[in-house]
RNA sequence: GGCUCCAUGGUCAAGCGGUUAAGACAUCGCCCUUUCACGGCGGUAACACGGGUUCAAAUCCCGUUGGAGUCACCA
C-alpha cells in the first residue's frame, strides 16, 4: 500500500473554528499513525473573504497544538505550490477546466447573476417538486457561439456537466456507501469569472496533483462528495478515501457556530483552556479510544488512533467536560509551566507584596481554567465585608460567643508568634487546642473566616496566614473581634 | 420543501445476534477534612416508537417519529 498522505486546506478567512481544528488533527493523526505525511495548503481562492491575519492564526494554532505539517508553504515537499492564489499564476486550474469542457464533462456559461436569481425564485414557487439547480441553458451553445462570446470578452464561468439520469455511488470510510440520483446534481462552477477556481474544483485538482490518499473533512460536505467524485471519475484520477467527521454542535444541537462563545480555538484559549486540552477534548468528540481512558496527549493519539472507530452522530460540545479536563490538565502540570499561566491572573488581582507563588500553589488544585482564579484569591489584597453570622458553624460547632472566645485568646498568642510559617502557625494552634482540649473546626474556623472573610477559600487558616503575614493577619482577627463584639 | 445523513442516560460514549447494557462529565449522597477543593466510595439516570427476520435483537431489515446537514461565481 502507497503511504498515506493527508492535507489540511483551511482558508484564511479569520478565527479557526474548532471543526476545523478536529478536522486537522484526524488527518494529522491519520497521517502520523501510519508514518504519513501531513500536509498544510492554503485554500485562499476567495479574495473577497480572505483576511490576511487569518494566515498567522492558521500557523500559531497548528505551531500551539502541536499539529506540525511535514509540508506546507513554508516547507517544500516537492508538490508545491502549497498555497491556491500562487498555483493559480500557472493557469493550470483553468487548463483542467479546459480539459473537461473538451471531454463534454464540463462548459462555458455566460448566464447574468440575473437570469441565475430569477431561475432561483421561479424553481421555489414551483409545487416543490422542483429542484433547485442550474437549468443547462448554456450546455446548448453552439461552439460558435462559445468562441464569439468568448471572443467578444463575455464573462464567463466554467460548470461541471453532470448527467441528468442515473445515480452516483460514492464510498465514505465511515458513513460506506452513498447513493444519489444524478438528477438531484447541480452543475457546479468549477471556474469564477475572476478567473479563480471555486473550493470544489481546486480542491479536487490539488489533492489530486499532491498524491492525497484520504480526504477528511466535515460531514457538512457529504451531500457535494458525489459531485467531487465525478469530477475525478471526468478526469479518470483515482478517488481518494473519504473520511466524512460528524459534526460538533452546540447544546441545541445546532452546528457551532460563532455566538456559542466557544466556537473557535482563540475563544478557547481566551478562556483559559490548555492547548492540550483542547486537542484532547476535540479528540474525543466523534471518536473514542478502544480501552478505557480519556486523558491522552498527542503524542499518545497517534498511537492509537483508529479512524475507523469515528462515529456516524453528531457530537454536542459539552463545555463543562471539556472544563473538568482542562482540570485534570492542570492538575498534572509542573509548578513551574503553572505559574506561567496563573501568575499573570494572579497579579491582575492581587496588587499587594504577598508571595504570589505561595497563592498560585494554593488554587492549582482548585481550578479548571485560569480566570477562576480571580474570585478565589481576592480577599488577599483586601478583607471583604462580611457578616458575623460566618462565625457560626454547626458542623465545626462555632457560634458567635465562642469564636469571640477563641480569637481573644488567640489574639496575645499570635502576637508574641513570630514564625508565621505554614508550620509555625499550626504548632501554635496545636497547642492550644489540645491544652483547651477543643475539636480543630471549634478554632480554625473562626481563625479562617476572621483572616478571610469568605465561606470559603483555597487553604486553610495556615496557609492564609502564612502569605498575609503576621501584621495583616493580627489586623485581621482584631477587626473580627470588634465585629464579634458588637454583634 | 427536495436530497443526504443520524438516533444507547442531561452530555461524550462502549456495545457489532445471547452482557446484571461498560466508562467519563454533570447531578445526588457518604467518607476524608479547619472551609473549599483534591482524593476515595456509592446512588439516580439510556437502547425514540411500531412492525418484521431469528430459538434469541440495543445490535439485522422496513416503516413512523424526531434531529441534523446541505441546496452560492463561500469554503
Given at each position: ?5 493527508t ?24 497521517a ?7 500536509v ?5 481562492t ?45 493557469g ?32 421555489t ?30 464573462p464567463?464561468v ?105 466556537a ?19 479528540a474525543?468528540?466523534?471518536w ?10 498527542l ?61 498560585a ?7 479548571e481554567?485560569f ?21 457560626t ?25 513570630e ?61 473580627g ?7
Amino acid at each position: 500500500m502507497s503511504k498515506i498522505r493527508t492535507r489540511f486546506a483551511p482558508s484564511p478567512t479569520g478565527k479557526m473554528h474548532v471543526g476545523n481544528l478536529r478536522t486537522a488533527l484526524y488527518e494529522y493523526l491519520i497521517a502520523k499513525h501510519e508514518n504519513g505525511t501531513f500536509v498544510l495548503r492554503i485554500e485562499d481562492t476567495d479574495q473577497e473573504r480572505f483576511v490576511p491575519e487569518a494566515l498567522d492564526i492558521i500557523y500559531n494554532t497548528m505551531k500551539l497544538t502541536g499539529l506540525n505539517h511535514d509540508e506546507g508553504p513554508d516547507k517544500d515537499g516537492g508538490y508545491g505550490p502549497y498555497v491556491q492564489s500562487e498555483r493559480m499564476k500557472s493557469g493550470m486550474y483553468l487548463e483542467y477546466a479546459k480539459e473537461l469542457v473538451e471531454k463534454g464533462e464540463a462548459y462555458y456559461c455566460f448566464c447574468t447573476r440575473e437570469r441565475l436569481e430569477s431561475l432561483r425564485a421561479s424553481s421555489t414557487t414551483e409545487d416543490g417538486k422542483e429542484i433547485a439547480k442550474y437549468d443547462k441553458h448554456c450546455l446548448n451553445l453552439s461552439k460558435e457561439e462559445v468562441e464569439a462570446n468568448l471572443k467578444a470578452g463575455m464573462p464567463y464561468v466554467i460548470r461541471q456537466n453532470n448527467p441528468v439520469s442515473g445515480t452516483t455511488t460514492f464510498h465514505d470510510a465511515i458513513y460506506g456507501d452513498i447513493t444519489v440520483e444524478n438528477e438531484e446534481l447541480d452543475d457546479m462552477i468549477l471556474i469564477k469569472a475572476d478567473g479563480y477556481p471555486t473550493y470544489n474544483f481546486a480542491n479536487v485538482v490539488d489533492d489530486h496533483l499532491m498524491g492525497i490518499t484520504h480526504v477528511v473533512r466535515g460531514n457538512e460536505y457529504l451531500s457535494s462528495a458525489p459531485k467531487y467524485n465525478r469530477l475525478y471519475e471526468a478526469f479518470g484520477w483515482e478517488v481518494p478515501e473519504y473520511v466524512h467527521c460528524p459534526i460538533i454542535t452546540d447544546e441545541n444541537h445546532k452546528k457551532l457556530a460563532k455566538r456559542s462563545g466557544h466556537a473557535s480555538v482563540e475563544d478557547l484559549l481566551g478562556q483559559g483552556f490548555l492547548p492540550e486540552t483542547i486537542v484532547n477534548f476535540v479528540a474525543l468528540l466523534g471518536w473514542s479510544p478502544s480501552e478505557d481512558r480519556e486523558i491522552y496527549s498527542l503524542k499518545e493519539l497517534e498511537e492509537v488512533f483508529d479512524y475507523h472507530h469515528i462515529s456516524k452522530s453528531p457530537a454536542v460540545f459539552d463545555i463543562t467536560k471539556a472544563k473538568w479536563m482542562n482540570g485534570e490538565y492542570i492538575k498534572a502540570m509542573d509548578m513551574e509551566r503553572f505559574l506561567e499561566y496563573a501568575l499573570p491572573v494572579i497579579r491582575e488581582t492581587v496588587k499587594k507584596e504577598y508571595d504570589l507563588t505561595k497563592i498560585a500553589e494554593l488554587v492549582k488544585t482548585r481550578i479548571e481554567v485560569f480566570p477562576d482564579i480571580k474570585e478565589k484569591i481576592d480577599f488577599f489584597d483586601e478583607l471583604p465585608e462580611y457578616d458575623v453570622a460566618m462565625y457560626t458553624h454547626k458542623k465545626m460547632k462555632t457560634n458567635s460567643e465562642n469564636s469571640l472566645e477563641v480569637l481573644q485568646e488567640m489574639l496575645p498568642l499570635l502576637e508574641e508568634w513570630e514564625d508565621y510559617s505554614i508550620a509555625g502557625i499550626e504548632s501554635l494552634c496545636k497547642e492550644y487546642i489540645a491544652k483547651k482540649e477543643l475539636k480543630n473546626g471549634r478554632v480554625l474556623w473562626p481563625l479562617r473566616t476572621a483572616v478571610s472573610g469568605k465561606q470559603m477559600t483555597p487553604g486553610g487558616a495556615y496557609e492564609i496566614m502564612e502569605i498575609l503575614g503576621k501584621e495583616e493577619s493580627l489586623v485581621r482577627i482584631r477587626k473580627g473581634i470588634e465585629m464579634l463584639e458588637n454583634a
